[in-house]
């Protein structure tokens, strides 16, 4: 049964891919929708097939193709693959719906019919990638997804930004997947297989350098800071489904690499994990930050997956530092809770980006400063982005405040480590944690604030109307996920046999719905019924317009000034007068900049000096035959020394 | 139940107080005791008016404020202290109730689309996310001190133990001090009296409400700020909280409550009073003072 699962989804899938490209230039609409269609149903049947494993906790192998003995595309399905395959295709099935209504707004006929075949091969190459056995399947499915995720980026290519995006995301996932290989071919070194099983008797160097380009090459995928520059890029450049998958669904495989090979191939050393905390609470603070100042829905967003990414990493390191101590229970609250952060994060962040895409095909712009009111005219889209708001926004009692909740507990109860260092630095972890957690809070009134609520700020915002069914439907069935997985939280972690110390969200809610009734019939009883609209209240002024509204750039700055020495904002002014004595003002200019210190500091020192590198590697090759024999020969003494000391 | 509707009702009663002594100190005679309680009763019989601008967000955001800290005050015994159950008194949850409010109300100041509206909410979420670090640091701290997360068993801990010679719980109440007069919005943080001056924080976003709605968001603040009196409260001089309820024992922790609380509202009004408004951007300097104390006393405790 399962086999046949497996296989019917993976049949559908290619079908999809081949028969959109075949019919690329002719295909109708009615293909393309049929097409959709058949997508969600073989997203439903690699549910289906993922659910039973994780629910009866069995595993699924099967051999696909043997290239040869050791080259085998071969899949090995456990609980913790089946887990990650369930989200992909569970918000991969919500994208496939949202996308019957959305795709016809993009592009040109073979556009859209090019976008489907890709996306049915991306979806397919995720799923396989976890489900993979070996690391040769592994690395292949990783690079099918990469190219397929290049080419959607690459979607509106005749904008010159979006060509720059989609280089931009290639050389980072192509650098992502050179470590990887490296780790992989390392680890084939000391084992003598491809297959993704646990190692032992490594040298502590080797294991060490393993772990780090480990680290590196899944890190650079997840948008881990400082990796994380090609995520605002390509998110922002894509069509919004397909944000939604990449930000939702592709960062959340490169964490399941890091899972996989930290829990089950690798034997951790203590400061692994203290690495990982790090790296996570720097890129969940510094993500929530960078996204504070953004003005481009879909840049925000994605910053705000760098900052989940980021929670979802402290919870590993978590993990890790307790293992290492041999406090069991609590490592695997702070696994539970990081590996439940990522289903949510993968729900909420695509629901998200679905609305956002509903929001920005509606007013034409990605700029929140010219949206505004759009709740009146879109009031589903709206809610339902409330909804994603309060998720991320870590609100109880939503999902997003549960799995937020265990790395909380997980947190306060480190005081039992034994190292006064860890300790204190774990403190320190825990209070930049909390100040992530708020300003996500902040950002998000924000981004609601401004996008939906007051008047329109521009005359697109108020043309806008309500999107197709097909368009609310989608991200519907991801926010009613994201209420009944935080309130039955606690329900489905005991059913599962976790017992884990977190409240349990259905009395609360329970109790928050009762008490709003009991509120809402007593203000009915003895407050006075009548009421009236009438207009802003401004200091006397009666026609208020949109100008005089707080914008988004008002909304964040104070943040900006207080956290003025990490934005490192440059301000230039200039001013000409009319007088000597520079009291009477004429006119003036001014700027203001925020230093992009990644870019400016990390990226383009690297990419200058690869590039003086290569310009030194082609001036030795403008040279006459003679020397190329040289060369030539220079090369074979060097690979028989290689050879001779290797062996 | 009973412990929520005790709070509701006596909430009132400690803004009164901290007005009276403010008014005290400026040579005033102030209002009566129960002036809070004749405006909540007026303002329940006007009307409500919303702006033509505003959504459904204005509208369902006195009712989200008011059950988040009715549900929130379940978790701050003062009488007498439950057994746990369902995970009611987990300190996360507890502090995000209250980060839950006030999500709701920064988005209703900006639903009307008024410049003061959008003014407070975007200070609001400024500080509250400032704060937020200093919140945590201060409840880890207790954690720590008392062994547990939970409130109840913290202040159960903290009745065992008379804890106030020690040097931490001094440190950990300055801080509480000042998470109090942060989200109670007083001086120097906010100034709860005036309406308009471009410094305001809290009130400006209370500008749209009217009616009813009005006396809804009033009475919302005035749990949350008795609320965060009696944990200080309850840490610090747990007296008279009992874990066996009967009469008596209620009645006496009720009576002794409402003395702590007032001698707390009390000096609250006099801080009010000796500190004027500070500049917007020199509030962090404070959190990092209270972000200080609560470090230190981790420190030592860690250290220990």
């Known amino acids: 049964m399962m086999n046949l699962l497996f296989i019917c989804g993976l049949c559908v899938f290619l079908g999809i891919t081949l028969a959109q490209m075949i019919f690329a230039a002719g295909g109708s609409a009615v293909t393309r929708r049929f097409s959709l269609w058949a997508m969600l149903g073989a997203n439903l049947l690699f549910l289906a097939f993922s659910l039973i494993i994780v629910l009866r906790n069995t595993t699924f192998?099967?051999?696909?193709?043997?290239?040869?003995?050791?080259?085998?595309?071969?899949?090995?399905?456990?609980?913790?693959?089946?887990?990650?395959?369930?989200i992909i295709s569970l918000v991969s099935a919500a994208v496939c719906l949202y996308s019957l209504g959305y795709i016809e707004h993009q592009g040109s006929d073979t556009g859209k019919n090019f976008l489907v075949a890709t996306m049915s091969l991306f979806i397919l190459s995720?799923?396989?990638?976890?489900?993979?056995?070996?690391?040769?399947?592994?690395?292949?499915?990783?690079?099918?997804?990469?190219?397929?995720?290049?080419?959607?980026?690459?979607?509106?290519?005749?904008?010159?930004?979006?060509?720059?995006?989609?280089?931009?995301?290639?050389?980072?996932?192509?650098?992502?997947?050179?470590?990887?290989?490296?780790?992989?071919?390392?680890?084939?070194?000391?084992?003598?297989?491809?297959?993704?099983?646990?190692?032992?008797?490594?040298?502590?160097?080797?294991?060490?350098?393993?772990?780090?380009?480990?680290?590196?090459?899944?890190?650079?995928?997840?948008?881990?800071?400082?990796?994380?520059?090609?995520?605002?890029?390509?998110?922002?450049?894509?069509?919004?489904?397909?944000?939604?998958?990449?930000?939702?669904?592709?960062?959340?495989?490169?964490?399941?690499?890091?899972?996989?090979?930290?829990?089950?191939?690798?034997?951790?050393?203590?400061?692994?994990?203290?690495?990982?905390?790090?790296?996570?609470?720097?890129?969940?603070?510094?993500?929530?930050?960078?996204a504070l100042k953004e003005h481009d829905i879909k840049k925000l967003l994605a910053y705000h997956s760098i900052e989940n990414i980021g929670i979802i990493l402290i919870g590993i390191g978590l993990y890790l530092i307790f293992q290492?101590?041999?406090?069991?229970?609590?490592?695997?609250?702070?696994?539970?809770?990081?590996?439940?952060?990522?289903?949510?994060?993968?729900?909420?962040?695509?629901?998200?980006?679905?609305?956002?895409?509903?929001?920005?095909?509606?007013?034409?712009?990605?700029?929140?400063?010219?949206?505004?009111?759009?709740?009146?005219?879109?009031?589903?889209?709206?809610?339902?982005?409330?909804?994603?708001?309060?998720?991320?926004?870590?609100?109880?009692?939503?999902?997003?405040?549960?799995?937020?909740?265990?790395?909380?507990?997980?947190?306060?109860?480190?005081?039992?480590?034994?190292?006064?260092?860890?300790?204190?630095?774990?403190?320190?972890?825990?209070?930049?944690?909390?100040?992530?957690?708020?300003?996500?809070?902040?950002?998000?009134?924000?981004?609601?604030?401004?996008?939906?609520?007051?008047?329109?700020?521009?005359?697109?915002?108020?043309?806008?109307?309500?999107?197709?069914?097909?368009?609310?439907?989608?991200p519907a069935v991801i926010a009613a996920l994201c209420m009944l997985l935080g309130i039955f939280s606690f329900q489905l972690f005991s059913s599962q046999g976790f017992i884990l110390p977190i409240p349990n969200m259905m009395f609360i809610g329970l109790t928050l719905v009762v008490t709003l009734g009991l509120v809402w019939l007593l203000m009915r009883m003895i407050s006075n019924r009548t009421t009236r609209t009438s207009e802003t209240w401004g200091c006397g002024i009666t026609s208020q317009n949109s100008k005089m509204e707080y914008t988004a750039s008002g909304f964040s700055e104070p943040i900006l000034t207080i956290f003025r020495p990490i934005y490192r904002t440059r301000k230039n002014v200039e001013r000409t007068y009319h007088d000597g004595g520079k009291s009477i003002f004429k006119d003036g200019t001014a700027e203001i900049q925020t230093f992009k210190l990644f870019e400016e500091r990390i990226y383009l020192p690297v990419a200058h000096f690869v590039l003086r590198l290569s310009t030194y590697v082609s001036n030795l090759h403008d040279v006459d035959l003679d020397t190329y024999i040289l060369y030539s020969f220079g090369a074979v003494v060097i690979l028989i020394l290689a050879i001779g000391w290797l062996v | 139940m009973l412990n929520t509707a005790f709070i509701v009702l006596i909430s009132p009663l400690f803004v009164s107080l901290i007005k009276k002594v403010k008014a005290f100190t400026q040579g005033r005679q102030g209002p009566p005791l129960l002036q809070t309680y004749y405006i909540l009763v007026k303002l329940l019989k006007k009307e409500r008016v919303y702006s033509n601008n505003t959504s459904l967000i204005i509208r369902i955001t006195p009712y989200i404020n008011v059950v988040c800290v009715i549900v929130a005050s379940l978790f701050v015994p003062v009488v007498y202290i439950p057994g746990l159950f369902a995970g009611f008194g987990n300190v996360i949850l507890f502090l995000y109730l209250l980060v839950c409010a006030k999500f709701f109300m920064a988005l209703a100041g900006l639903d009307a689309g008024s410049t003061f509206g959008g003014m407070g909410s975007s200070r609001e979420m400024t500080f509250s996310a400032v704060i937020e670090p200093v919140i945590i640091i201060v409840f880890a701290a207790l954690g720590l001190l008392l062994k547990t997360t939970n409130l109840y068993e913290m202040f159960a801990m903290s009745l065992k133990s008379s804890l106030l010679i020690n040097p931490s719980t001094l440190l950990i109440s300055l801080s509480l001090f000042i998470i109090l007069i942060v989200e109670s919005s007083r001086i120097p943080v906010d100034n709860p009296e005036t309406h308009l001056e471009l410094t305001m924080i809290h009130e400006t976003m209370l500008l749209e409400y009217s009616g009813p709605d009005l006396a809804m968001m009033e009475m919302a603040h005035a749990v949350k700020q008795t609320l965060l009196m009696a944990v200080l409260i309850n840490v610090l001089f747990p007296w008279g909280l009992t874990a066996a309820p009967d009469v008596l024992t209620i009645a006496i922790s009720l009576t002794a409550f409402i003395a702590k609380a007032a001698i707390l509202a009390v000096a609250v009004g006099i801080f009010e009073s000796l500190f004027a408004k500070s500049r917007l951007f020199r509030l962090p300097n404070l959190f990092m003072l209270a972000f200080f104390f609560s470090f230190s006393t981790i420190l030592f405790e860690l250290l220990k």
């Open chain 1, 126 to 290: 995720m799923l396989l990638l976890v489900a993979a056995d070996n690391t040769f399947c592994l690395l292949f499915f990783w690079e099918t997804m990469s190219l397929t995720s290049f080419f959607m980026v690459l979607f509106e290519r005749e904008k010159a930004d979006t060509r720059k995006s989609a280089m931009f995301y290639f050389v980072m996932t192509q650098m992502s997947t050179t470590f990887l290989m490296f780790a992989f071919i390392a680890i084939y070194h000391v084992t003598g297989s491809f297959d993704i099983t646990a190692v032992t008797g490594v040298s502590p160097f080797l294991k060490a350098v393993i772990f780090l380009s480990l680290f590196i090459g899944f890190g650079i995928k997840a948008g881990v800071m400082p990796f994380h520059k090609w995520l605002p890029y390509a998110h922002s450049a894509s069509p919004s489904n397909i944000s939604a998958l990449m930000s939702g669904v592709m960062i959340k495989v490169a964490i399941y690499g890091l899972v996989r090979y930290l829990v089950f191939v690798l034997s951790p050393d203590r400061w692994w994990g203290v690495m990982i905390l790090i790296f996570g609470t720097f890129s969940a603070l510094l993500g929530v930050i960078y």
């Open chain 1, 324 to 474: 290492s101590y041999g406090f069991t229970d609590l490592a695997m609250l702070a696994l539970i809770g990081s590996l439940f952060h990522t289903l949510n994060h993968a729900l909420f962040k695509s629901l998200l980006f679905l609305t956002t895409g509903s929001v920005v095909n509606e007013t034409g712009t990605r700029n929140i400063e010219k949206m505004g009111g759009l709740i009146k005219v879109m009031p589903y889209t709206g809610v339902l982005f409330l909804i994603g708001s309060i998720s991320i926004a870590a609100l109880p009692p939503f999902n997003g405040f549960v799995s937020e909740l265990m790395i909380f507990q997980a947190f306060l109860q480190s005081s039992i480590i034994s190292n006064p260092f860890l300790k204190i630095l774990l403190f320190l972890g825990l209070s930049l944690f909390a100040l992530t957690s708020a300003l996500a809070a902040a950002c998000f009134v924000k981004a609601f604030g401004i996008i939906f609520l007051a008047t329109p700020r521009s005359e697109e915002a108020k043309k806008a109307k309500e999107v197709s069914w097909y368009m609310i439907a989608g």
């Open chain 1, 61 to 86: 192998s099967y051999d696909l193709y043997q290239l040869s003995d050791t080259l085998r595309f071969s899949f090995s399905v456990d609980r913790l693959a089946a887990y990650f395959m369930m």
